[in-house]
């Protein structure tokens, strides 16, 4: 068994994607059978068990046997579970800073499935409390919060650029990913129709161009070693500006945000994921959108 945890309101998008579906708790879906790869899971427990107990202490009790940290995640019973947490070791808060080492260990998890039983999993695949990864936040640089969305990919995935690379930021006003991308030491080439916050426009290296991104070339910006975009706009349209730029063999390395307006387009997120060397994750700073990533070159 394996149980797989998004929020409520992705808990849809969860069940279109994951297969042997066993039994849905709140937000919480276990299925049978092996690992399977999730997009929208924020958090996965790998060796789940469900426990019958009969009182609060024999329920810690349990927890404790099977492992050292945990974290609640409550649908409801939520005053029982409490008190179980109580009993527990608390975990201190995880709270990382950009491109800083992640907590060595990752975290146990469990849910009340009703009140007399747990479903516990000593293993999950973050270190993070339920997947919930937490910045040291730049409250006043970044003129948007959009620039947790990388520093979540930097930091979590390894996914980052080098100093002095050339990379392009497509639809970048107000400037919180073209903001991160410099402080890197990245040279920007930065392109929105609306222009970037003051602040931003005047840092070093970066060369804004106040276009429409579609009518863009990649023989008008030339070689580049990666490419960004935000861009709100139909999925469809964001494949063909990737797959342009791919078949132009000017840039190599991808990062984009799908955007959903309403239903989840899951066609045009199946022909994302097929993509050669495409990873396509919602992050925990993701709203209805998920994150691709296409990372074809070594440096
Ligand atoms: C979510 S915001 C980007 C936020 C930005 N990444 C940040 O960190 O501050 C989306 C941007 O896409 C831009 N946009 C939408 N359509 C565009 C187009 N066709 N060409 C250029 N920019 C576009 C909008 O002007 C808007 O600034």
Redesign the pocket.
């Known amino acids: 068994m394996i149980a797989y945890l998004t929020t409520e309101q992705f808990l849809p998008e969860l069940l279109e994607e994951l297969k042997n579906v066993r039994s849905v708790h709140g937000s919480l879906v276990l299925t049978d059978g092996p690992l399977q790869h999730s997009v929208w899971a924020q958090n996965i427990w790998l060796n789940p068990e469900i426990i019958s107990f009969e009182s609060i202490s024999q329920a810690a009790k349990a927890l404790k046997g099977l492992g050292k940290l945990w974290v609640p995640y409550t649908f409801d019973n939520h005053r029982r579970a409490q008190l179980i947490q109580e009993l527990l070791p608390k975990v201190k808060p995880r709270v990382v800073d950009f491109l800083g080492e992640l907590p060595e260990d990752n975290l146990g998890a469990w849910t009340l499935i009703d009140k007399n039983t747990l479903l516990a999993s000593s293993k999950t695949n973050s270190p993070f409390p339920l997947g919930e990864v937490q910045f040291n936040e730049d409250k006043k640089n970044p ?2 919060r ?2 947790l969305k990388l520093w979540e990919l930097f930091t979590v995935y390894g996914i980052v650029p080098k100093e002095g690379q050339r990379v392009v ?10 903001w991160v991308l410099q402080q890197i030491g990245c040279e920007v080439v930065s ?4 222009p970037l916050e003051p602040h931003i426009a005047k840092l070093p290296r970066i060369h804004f161009m106040k ?4 009518t863009v070339k990649p023989e008008d910006i030339g070689a580049i070693d990666w490419f960004f975009s ?4 139909y999925p469809e349209k964001l494949l063909e500006l990737v797959q342009m730029w791919q078949s132009s063999g000017l840039c190599s390395n991808f990062v984009c945000t799908i955007k959903f307006q309403g239903k989840t387009d899951f066609a045009t997120l199946k022909k994302f994921q097929s993509l050669e060397n495409a990873r396509v994750q919602h992050l925990h700073h993701n709203k209805h959108e998920v994150t691709v990533w296409i990372k074809t070159s070594s440096p």
């Open positions: 003129p948007s959009a620039y930021d497509f639809g970048s006003c107000p400037g919180g990913w073209t392109i929105d129709r609306a276009t429409n991104a579609f935000d861009i709100i706009c």
